[in-house]
Nanobody, 121 residues
């Protein structure tokens, strides 16, 4: 497991925007698919969005049209632009990356520690 550093969380009013970032920490490796998950208190963790190494994206139905996932391959960093935020978006958000430490090796999961997003008036 390789940790990643998340930033950009905070408290915003409904309708506001936040941009989450997740950069590598520690080792440098080949990064494949990346994703954002979120977990609200008392609820299961859910996939928010993911992006392949080629840039193809998928979104949860609840965030389609409002959120945009992107990546910077020169920095191995993944972003989540969150617009038109709603109270139901309130959750701890985690980033995930599939990494390869050496050519031809297995893929490993790298997780961030989580960043809180709170949407409230």
């Amino acid at each position: 497991q390789v940790q990643r550093v998340e930033s950009g969380g905070g408290l915003v009013q409904p309708g506001g925007s936040l941009r989450l970032s997740c950069a590598p920490s520690g080792t440098i490796s080949s990064v494949y698919a990346m994703a954002w998950y979120r977990q609200a208190p008392g609820k299961q963790r859910e996939l928010v969005a993911d992006i392949t190494s080629g840039g193809s994206t998928n979104y949860a139905d609840s965030v389609k049209g409002r959120f945009t996932i992107s990546r910077d391959n020169t920095k191995n960093t993944v972003y989540l632009q969150m617009n038109s935020l709603k109270p139901e978006d309130t959750a701890v958000h985690y980033c995930n990356a599939k990494i390869q430490l050496n050519a031809g090796g297995r893929l490993w999961d790298a997780w961030g520690q989580g960043t809180q997003v709170t949407v409230s008036s």
